[in-house]
Nanobody, 125 residues
Framework: QLVESGGGLVQAGDSLRLSCVAS????????MGWLRQAPGKEREFVAA????????EYADFVKGRFTISRDNAKNTLVLQMNSLKPADTAVYYCAAADKYFSRGNNQAKSLYDYWGQGTQVTVSS
């Protein structure tokens, strides 16, 4: 089970920290990712991190603003979001894939085996 938290309503330029706590499985064996879905749009990749945190990958539109991290001892995945824009408004999902990190190949929704319920992030202008 994956449970996200930390979403909310903020103004452009603000920061938010999303968390995802995993239970029921060995968290450290999974490639972890954040994906998001805005109203009327397809779910899209935001960021991914390898099992041991040695590899990270970001969508171009968040590079330099968002940071993905994980703490395997606490079964927790984090997405630190800075300099938020109205275009970042979406439901953010935590997802897990029983696969190895492969740079450039972590973005497909179909890659991920397990999903959280999502947390809403709304950025006002």
């Amino acid at each position: 089970q994956l449970v996200e938290s930390g979403g909310g309503l903020v103004q452009a330029g603000d920061s938010l920290r999303l968390s995802c706590v995993a239970s029921g499985r060995t968290f450290s064996r999974y490639l972890m990712g954040w994906l998001r879905q805005a109203p009327g749009k397809e779910r899209e990749f935001v960021a991914a991190i390898s099992r041991g945190s040695g590899g990270t990958e970001y969508a171009d539109f968040v590079k330099g603003r968002f940071t993905i991290s994980r703490d395997n001892a606490k079964n927790t995945l984090v997405l630190q979001m800075n300099s938020l824009k109205p275009a970042d408004t979406a439901v953010y999902y935590c997802a897990a894939a029983d696969k190895y990190f492969s740079r450039g190949n972590n973005q497909a929704k179909s890659l991920y085996d397990y999903w959280g319920q999502g947390t809403q992030v709304t950025v006002s202008s």
